[in-house]
């Protein structure tokens, strides 16, 4: 019978694989942000307050490049725009929890955390939601927030032939293919992966900002005609 300790168990259990990828993604972005010349504490925050590991590696190399600072939080704003999205998706599931509970919920809210818990909620109406989303959205802030101090303490001296940076696209990887369920989403995996390939060197990462817009438009657009 499901109760809230077995559902956040089983939580913990669907996120352990997840963690593999997520640990050396957080030594990257703590990696990044010393490079940028982000004093460690500050880097640290940055962890804590932002929680999304996509937005810090972008913020990061654009600091490190000395971009101006409308710029930075701009790019940050339409990276983590998806987290809107997601929390519209979600957000039925959780409409008999607390205000507290929504926000602490909304908090540990990330991509992986999202897919992983509303392919669950639609599959099994019984589970208790608020610890199944838990046991996966806590250990991932957990060993996120760990890894980016070990990165953090690391520095540069990471040697190059870990290839830390390759558990990033990884990680995003194993969120997105599950989530490609329909024409929109195909589309809007296939035209912003496409431009971002295609603007990846416009300056200040702004590739990314275009090719997360247009896709997300595209999808919006097949979503409609469809």
Same mark, same amino acid.
């Given at each position: 019978?499901?109760?809230?300790?077995?559902?956040?168990?089983?939580?913990?259990?669907?996120?352990?694989?997840?963690?593999?990828?997520?640990?050396?993604?957080?030594?990257?972005?703590?990696?990044?942000?010393?490079?940028?010349?982000?004093?460690?504490?500050?880097?640290?925050?940055?962890?804590?307050?932002?929680?999304?590991?996509?937005?810090?590696?972008?913020?990061?190399?654009?600091?490190?490049?000395?971009?101006?600072?409308?710029?930075?939080?701009?790019?940050?704003?339409?990276?983590?725009?998806?987290?809107?999205?997601?929390?519209?998706?979600?957000?039925?599931?959780?409409?008999?929890?607390?205000?507290?509970?929504?926000?602490?919920l909304s908090y540990l809210l990330t991509d992986q955390a999202y897919a992983v818990s509303l392919?669950?909620?639609?599959?099994?109406?019984?589970?208790?939601?608020?610890?199944?989303?838990?046991?996966?959205?806590? @250990?991932?802030?957990?060993?996120?927030?760990? $890894?980016? /101090?070990? !990165? #953090? +303490?690391? &520095?540069?001296? *990471?040697?190059?032939?870990?290839?830390?940076?390759?558990?990033v696209p990884l990680v995003f990887l194993a969120v997105l293919i599950p989530a490609v369920t329909?024409?929109?989403?195909?589309?809007?995996?296939?035209?912003?992966?496409?431009?971002?390939?295609?603007?990846?060197?416009? @300056?200040?990462?702004?590739?990314?900002?275009? $090719?997360? /817009?247009? !896709? #997300? +438009?595209? &999808?919006?657009? *097949?979503?409609?005609?469809?």
């Amino acid at each position: 019978m499901s109760s809230p300790r077995a559902d956040f168990l089983s939580g913990v259990r669907v996120a352990a694989p997840i963690l593999l990828g997520v640990a050396p993604f957080g030594m990257v972005a703590g990696v990044a942000a010393v490079g940028a010349g982000i004093p460690p504490i500050e880097a640290l925050a940055m962890s804590v307050v932002i929680f999304a590991g996509a937005s810090q590696l972008a913020a990061a190399e654009l600091i490190g490049r000395n971009a101006p600072a409308v710029v930075v939080v701009f790019t940050v704003f339409v990276i983590n725009l998806r987290m809107v999205m997601y929390s519209a998706s979600i957000a039925p599931y959780f409409a008999r929890q607390s205000a507290k509970w929504k926000g602490f919920l909304s908090y540990l809210l990330t991509d992986q955390a999202y897919a992983v818990s509303l392919l669950k909620f639609e599959r099994n109406g019984d589970v208790s939601r608020r610890w199944y989303y838990l046991g996966i959205a806590v @250990p991932l802030w957990v060993v996120w927030q760990i $890894a980016t /101090v070990a !990165g #953090i +303490a690391l &520095g540069s001296g *990471v040697p190059d032939g870990w290839h830390l940076d390759f558990a990033v696209p990884l990680v995003f990887l194993a969120v997105l293919i599950p989530a490609v369920t329909d024409r929109a989403t195909v589309a809007a995996a296939v035209v912003g992966g496409t431009v971002a390939i295609v603007a990846n060197g416009l @300056p200040y990462n702004l590739g990314l900002i275009t $090719a997360a /817009v247009v !896709g #997300i +438009a595209t &999808g919006l657009l *097949v979503e409609e005609v469809a």
